[in-house]
């Protein structure tokens, strides 16, 4: 992506499709059969963060939120992604994918559901969005 995100922005920047990134990872998750797929956020005061959720909530139909206890704000950070997921299991135990705003919060969600393993879904599907893709699938031992 180049230009500006807004005509506030008085410097053009080279940037990635964090719009797109959203969009595609939960195409991915829903092409595989996923219909209960929740995200990570990261800190909704980022430009990043608020579009790559845009994304998602764009792959589930432009709806404000699919369902709000699959929405679970990180920060960018492995622990967040672990407290993100933790919050997510108590919500909707029944959740069958994840896509994290980043591949360092996928690592950490991707931790939580290894030591809560009875809480996870017999195999979890994850999509993480950064600077290279990582997507893999959880399985339960």
Known sequence: MNGRRTEAEPVPY??????GAGR????HLVARGRSRIATVTGPLDMYVARARLGGYRAAHGGRPDPDEALVADGDFTEEGGRRAMRELLDRSPDLDAVFAASDVMA???????GRRAAACPRTSRSSGST????RGSWTRR
């Open 24 to 27: 595609t990872a939960v195409a």
């Open 107 to 113: 690592a950490g969600a991707r931790g939580c559901c």
């Open 131 to 134: 600077t290279r893709r990582w």
């Open 14 to 19: 080279v940037d990635s499709d964090n719009i």
